[in-house]
């Protein structure tokens, strides 16, 4: 019964992932809404060296690490 | 509303046409960092360049070099008895130093239209260290590309060079390594080459919430086994004046999870973006981090930024002052003189601008950026504490990039 469920789940994560459910989303962004994300300051990666250079001062001040992500968001058109 | 009709209809074709992708990105950028102190400086140059190249539609190369020119004066001894006594500090034996650390690194990746898989390697190399590291993250859109799915994963192979310490009895006859002379030669005995294995997993998540937010969640964990003390640090223990070197666990888990987010604000011709992060690790070593940026265009080709960062840390549940180490002992069998991991804050101030050129007419560059940076860190760290006479730092950077 519960892996019934779960693949039921699977399958439907998978096909709304793809957007491949048939059904619009309306709650989404869509591309033409992207005009302000499209701009370079709104780019969570807009400088990957100046980046880099700020965490390697950090790693050898601060006890912690982490906390960089994987870049994304933006037009969303590549 | 003052982005005008004209930059807005750029915009939106940007966004459905794609963004301009050079073929070939070279970017190089000098840091400067100095860290004063009456007895203990420390000053950092860092440069680096990187390049990179498209291959055919889907494929692209990189390659990077980075050196660290580090000069200066470290403690040695943590908690000399007479020094503290003196009321001069708590660093004993502070010892001027040069040296060079240097990282060449290259990379490959692969990217479809929803998909991105990268891998690289890198190896860094100095008198007492030596690094491998192996790389690989894949990223991948859903929803419409709403979301951003990355997975990353690194992998370090380290030495360290370290006194060979084969005869002491117990972690409080260990010796401190004396020079980095006969490090990684072959047949010398005084000195041994340690390891380290290190692994990095990085999820993150990242949400086109709105058509002006981003919303970014995710996590790291990390496992070090290895040795991680410093080889030349001693630290003083007890009340009969032994200084043996460092000596910190061999096994280190540690945890971070994230949050940030970025708003566009048109009205202002600028964005705002802030971040909170949580930590901890198996040395109990807990923290929290807060940053904020402000960037805001002044015309076309110019953007200004000022930014912020709140650091918290408790000190490594072995941590302590370099008084208590000496009239109550060591906790355990561990001791450090380590600032990274003794209770701190740090307050972080920071201006930045950049300039970019895109040619209207068509010509040998795509993109020119131009990019400064300034920084001031406070720190607050506990009076008898390492490095406690380090109270603050500077950071300037000066960077260039050109798109082919």
Same mark, same amino acid.
């Given at each position: 019964? *519960? &892996?019934?469920?779960?693949? /039921?789940?699977?399958?439907? @994560? =998978?096909?709304? *992932? &793809?957007?491949?459910?048939? /059904?619009?989303?309306?709650? @989404? =962004?869509?591309?033409?809404?992207?005009?302000?994300?499209?701009?370079?300051?709104?780019?969570?990666?807009?400088?990957?060296?100046?980046?880099?250079?700020?965490?390697?001062?950090?790693?050898?001040?601060?006890?912690?690490?982490?906390?960089?992500?994987?870049?994304?968001?933006?037009?969303?058109?590549? | 509303?003052?982005?005008?009709?004209?930059?807005?209809?750029?915009?939106?074709?940007?966004?459905?046409?794609?963004?301009?992708?050079?073929?070939?990105?070279?970017?190089?950028?000098?840091?400067?960092?100095?860290?004063?102190?009456?007895?203990?400086?420390?000053?950092?140059?860092?440069?680096?360049?990187?390049?990179?190249?498209?291959?055919?539609?889907?494929?692209?190369?990189?390659?990077?070099?980075?050196?660290?020119?580090?000069?200066?004066?470290?403690?040695?001894?943590?908690?000399?008895?007479?020094?503290?006594?003196?009321?001069?500090?708590?660093?004993?034996?502070?010892?001027?130093?040069?040296?060079?650390?240097?990282?060449?690194?290259?990379?490959?990746?692969?990217?479809?239209?929803?998909?991105?898989?990268?891998?690289?390697?890198?190896?860094?190399?100095?008198?007492?260290?030596?690094?491998?590291?192996?790389?690989?993250?894949?990223?991948?859109?859903?929803?419409?590309?709403?979301?951003?799915?990355?997975?990353?994963?690194?992998?370090?192979?380290?030495?360290?060079?370290?006194?060979?310490?084969?005869?002491?009895?117990?972690?409080?006859?260990?010796?401190?390594?004396?020079?980095?002379?006969?490090?990684?030669?072959?047949?010398?005995?005084?000195?041994?080459?340690?390891?380290?294995?290190?692994?990095?997993?990085?999820?993150?998540?990242?949400?086109?919430?709105?058509?002006?937010?981003?919303?970014?969640?995710?996590?790291?964990?990390?496992?070090?086994?290895?040795?991680?003390?410093?080889?030349?640090?001693?630290?003083?223990?007890?009340?009969?004046?032994?200084?043996?070197?460092?000596?910190?666990?061999?096994?280190?888990?540690?945890?971070?999870?994230?949050?940030?987010?970025?708003?566009?604000?048109?009205?202002?011709?600028?964005?705002?973006?802030?971040?909170?992060?949580?930590?901890?690790?198996?040395?109990?070593?807990?923290?929290?981090?807060?940053?904020?940026?402000?960037?805001?265009?002044?015309?076309?080709?110019?953007?200004?930024?000022?930014?912020?960062?709140?650091?918290?840390?408790?000190?490594?549940?072995?941590?302590?002052?370099?008084?208590?180490?000496?009239?109550?002992?060591?906790?355990?069998?561990?001791?450090?003189?380590?600032?990274?991991?003794?209770?701190?804050?740090?307050?972080?101030?920071?201006?930045?601008?950049?300039?970019?050129?895109?040619?209207?007419?068509?010509?040998?560059?795509?993109?020119?950026?131009?990019?400064?940076?300034?920084?001031?860190?406070?720190?607050?760290?506990?009076?008898?504490?390492?490095?406690?006479?380090?109270?603050?730092?500077?950071?300037?950077?000066?960077?260039?990039?050109?798109?082919?």
């Amino acid at each position: 019964m *519960a &892996s019934r469920f779960f693949s /039921k789940a699977l399958l439907v @994560l =998978v096909l709304a *992932a &793809s957007g491949c459910a048939g /059904k619009t989303h309306t709650w @989404l =962004v869509k591309p033409h809404q992207r005009a302000y994300l499209a701009d370079r300051i709104m780019r969570l990666d807009a400088n990957p060296q100046q980046k880099k250079a700020d965490q390697h001062v950090l790693v050898y001040r601060e006890g912690a690490m982490g906390g960089d992500g994987t870049a994304g968001g933006g037009c969303g058109c590549n | 509303m003052q982005l005008s009709r004209a930059t807005l209809v750029l915009l939106a074709a940007a966004a459905l046409g794609g963004p301009a992708h050079a073929a070939v990105e070279a970017s190089s950028n000098v840091t400067l960092f100095r860290e004063p102190s009456a007895k203990t400086p420390v000053q950092v140059i860092h440069p680096q360049v990187d390049v990179s190249a498209d291959l055919g539609k889907w494929a692209g190369v990189n390659a990077g070099y980075e050196v660290d020119m580090v000069s200066g004066a470290t403690p040695r001894a943590y908690g000399s008895p007479t020094e503290t006594a003196a009321g001069v500090d708590a660093v004993s034996g502070a010892t001027s130093f040069s040296d060079q650390r240097q990282q060449a690194r290259g990379g490959l990746s692969v990217n479809t239209a929803l998909v991105g898989l990268a891998a690289g390697y890198s190896y860094g190399w100095e008198k007492d260290y030596r690094s491998h590291t192996l790389s690989a993250s894949a990223r991948g859109d859903f929803l419409e590309r709403n979301f951003t799915l990355g997975l990353a994963y690194t992998r370090n192979f380290d030495s360290v060079c370290d006194q060979n310490n084969q005869n002491a009895q117990g972690p409080l006859d260990l010796l401190a390594l004396a020079s980095s002379e006969n490090c990684f030669k072959v047949g010398v005995e005084d000195v041994v080459e340690r390891k380290v294995a290190t692994h990095t997993f990085e999820p993150s998540l990242v949400w086109t919430a709105t058509p002006r937010l981003l919303l970014q969640g995710g996590g790291t964990l990390q496992v070090i086994d290895g040795f991680q003390s410093s080889p030349y640090r001693r630290v003083f223990v007890g009340s009969q004046g032994r200084a043996p070197q460092e000596h910190v666990p061999t096994l280190r888990q540690r945890y971070a999870l994230f949050a940030r987010a970025r708003l566009a604000v048109p009205e202002a011709r600028g964005a705002v973006s802030v971040m909170a992060r949580a930590y901890r690790d198996t040395w109990d070593l807990r923290a929290a981090t807060a940053e904020a940026e402000l960037l805001k265009y002044l015309g076309p080709s110019i953007i200004v930024g000022a930014h912020s960062r709140y650091h918290l840390q408790s000190g490594a549940i072995f941590f302590r002052t370099a008084t208590q180490y000496r009239t109550l002992g060591p906790v355990g069998q561990y001791w450090t003189g380590d600032r990274e991991l003794s209770p701190l804050r740090m307050l972080l101030g920071g201006l930045t601008l950049a300039f970019l050129k895109r040619p209207q007419n068509k010509t040998w560059y795509e993109e020119f950026e131009l990019n400064v940076k300034f920084d001031i860190m406070k720190y607050v760290t506990e009076p008898d504490g390492p490095s406690s006479d380090r109270k603050g730092a500077f950071t300037s950077m000066a960077g260039v990039a050109l798109r082919f």
